[in-house]
């Protein structure tokens, strides 16, 4: 009888864990622990960055094909358009040499080292920091107003020798994304907190020619602008000289530049239009170093229209072509 109860306490005694098995667990426990949270906030910094770039994709999707139809109809964009700014600088160009344009004719200030600065929301228009409520129609109250802005070409020209450049930006909050920040929300802290990336909208005309042709005229034996102490190498078709002189490389640039506005100007049924975005938008409105450009060609011509009569043309449409097949 007493060596069954012995027994039978022996073996209860060898059922259970020993503290050092027990401490071996919970320290390869706390070893996996360790290492999952480690690994824990690279995935969630890398989930967070898969659906950011995601929505920016989206969304270019929207805008592209928005600026590219020249849309008037999406009214919606008020919902997610914040602001819309655009720094213009004023340029003449005297003899075929761009110069800053002067202050006495010109919006901006002399040297073209001040740009001014126009500011469009849904409910102002600010000029240089000044409030202009004669403008009304300048709001950004329709999807009208806002594509017309974000498709002002970057080089525009005026009547005469002069050109503007502009430099367009647009803070816009998500279009697509979770439907919590999504209108009818009117929440403050829900808005501020949704995500909103930095649109900057660059519309160039595609301007397409042989600068080699240029060199070949400036540096052919026998031309005025041929500098005699360069040798000459015969056929200049598809060479040039060895070295530039500097009044020959002025008179080529200057050609350049002539070119490029003799095509921009003649030549405006093709366009190259570049999307940049930059997100996160920061609390303190600066941008974060997210960025992904998209870039598309397209063909149609672009229109400018003024808002109102007296009010200088700052919305442009494109017209897209229509092709048929001629039979």
């Not at 919902?79 to 003449?92: M, P, R």
């Not at 240089?128 to 409520?133: E, F, P, S, W």
């Not at 002189?245 to 003799?262: C, E, I, M």
């Amino acid at each position: 009888m007493r060596s069954q109860i012995s027994n039978s306490r022996s073996q209860i005694r060898c059922a259970g864990f020993t503290i050092i098995e027990i401490a071996l667990c919970l320290a390869i426990i706390g070893f996996a622990l360790v290492a999952i949270i480690g690994v824990l906030p690279i995935g969630l910094n890398v989930q967070k960055d898969n659906r950011e770039e995601t929505i920016i994709n989206q969304d270019a999707a929207v805008w592209m094909d928005a600026i590219r139809n020249g849309a008037h109809g999406y009214d919606d964009l008020t919902n997610y358009v914040v602001a819309i700014t655009n720094y213009v600088w004023a340029y003449k160009v005297d003899n075929n040499n761009v110069v800053a344009a002067d202050g006495s004719s010109q919006r901006t200030a002399p040297g073209g080292g001040n740009p001014e600065t126009d500011v469009y929301t849904r409910t102002q228009f600010i000029r240089n920091g000044t409030l202009v409520q004669s403008s009304p129609l300048l709001w950004l109250t329709n999807g009208l107003h806002i594509v017309g802005v974000l498709s002002r070409p970057r080089i525009e020209w005026d009547a005469g020798n002069h050109f503007f450049s502009n430099y367009i930006v647009a803070n816009v909050r998500a279009i697509s994304g979770s439907a919590v920040e999504k209108f009818p929300q009117n929440n403050p802290t829900v808005q501020d907190s949704a995500f909103s990336y930095r649109l900057i909208v660059e519309n160039l005309p595609y301007v397409a020619f042989d600068t080699n042709q240029i060199r070949a005229t400036l540096y052919q034996t026998g031309s005025s602008m041929f500098d005699p102490a360069l040798p000459d190498i015969g056929d200049l078709t598809n060479t040039e000289p060895a070295a530039f002189a500097p009044a020959q490389r002025t008179n080529y640039w200057d050609q350049v530049r002539s070119s490029r506005r003799l095509f921009g100007v003649a030549y405006t049924n093709s366009h190259d239009i570049r999307l940049t975005f930059r997100w996160p938008l920061l609390p303190t409105g600066d941008a974060g170093n997210g960025r992904l450009s998209f870039r598309l060609f397209t063909g149609g011509l672009l229109t400018a229209g003024a808002p109102e009569p007296g009010v200088l043309p700052i919305m442009y449409f494109f017209q897209p072509s229509t092709y048929v097949q001629a039979r």
